[in-house]
């Protein structure tokens, strides 16, 4: 583990050196970077310098009290890109990092050279805002472990879904600290795609489960990202770069690969 220090908090992330094109990969709500290892041993074969990041309330970084929102977050993002002297490099989000990615490369556009979002809720309907509303509702009572593993579990999951990577996800996103918790479901409640209009001309990739429903309005994303390219797994659940990893490394190598045309 390495870490920076912002402000007086401490920020984990792991960096694998060397000179090839730089790749963020930033987790999800109630994540950690190791939620990317797939990928990141992948990347690091391919010769691609790859940093995964700890956010804030995550994993080994420190939990201040404080705003958990995607501004916060993607600030601090912004300002690791920053201290690691990373020029321009491909950021790969999943779940809420995607979020993170589309607001930092409409916020700082000259920080990212290309942005992936895997299975993220970018852009939301208005049933999909009314029901996070309500999950941040329930995280604000006494059993938030057991409303975030509810949520998670009839939500994220599909039927082909590995029961055991499923079972230790759960377990895993469960340990997260309670302010932490709730801080950042209202973030993701609060984030407001429309202001990024216009603003991001940098390649972008989104990739989507193997859901009924795609979790991002894809109308409402290709508005705002009209050069957005789009893929989708077989056979996984919002957890894809960890069931299907070969399907998302294949679409991240190809993406990359076009990307550094440009």
Wanted: charged share 20%.
């Amino acid at each position: 583990m390495q870490v920076l220090e912002r402000g007086g908090t401490k920020l984990a992330y792991a960096d694998s050196g060397g000179r090839g094109h730089p790749v963020v990969l930033i987790h999800g709500w109630c994540c950690d970077r190791s939620f990317f290892q797939p990928q990141f041993d992948h990347l690091v074969g391919l010769g691609h310098r790859v940093v995964a990041l700890d956010l804030r309330g995550h994993g080994e970084s420190d939990a201040p009290h404080g705003a958990y929102s995607m501004e916060v977050f993607t600030d601090d993002v912004a300002w690791c890109l920053r201290e690691l002297a990373l020029e321009r490099p491909v950021v790969v989000g999943h779940s809420m990092g995607g979020i993170i990615a589309f607001n930092l490369a409409a916020r700082y556009p000259d920080l990212t050279g290309a942005i992936v979002m895997i299975d993220s809720a970018v852009f939301r309907s208005a049933g999909a805002l009314k029901a996070i509303g309500g999950i941040c509702e329930r995280l604000a009572g006494p059993d938030r472990v057991a409303v975030a593993r509810e949520y998670v579990s009839s939500a994220l999951f599909i039927a082909t879904d590995d029961p055991v990577r499923k079972s230790d996800i759960l377990r895993r996103m469960g340990n997260a600290p309670a302010h932490v918790m709730l801080g950042a479901m209202e973030g993701l409640r609060d984030y407001d795609p429309s202001s990024a209009r216009g603003r991001i001309a940098v390649p972008s990739l989104f990739i989507m489960a193997d859901e009924p429903v795609p979790r991002s309005y894809m109308p409402g994303l290709l508005e705002l990202v009209p050069q957005l390219m789009v893929g989708q797994t077989v056979g996984s659940g919002h957890f894809c770069q960890l069931e299907v990893p070969d399907q998302v490394n294949a679409m991240l190598d190809r993406f990359i690969s076009i990307a550094g045309r440009n």
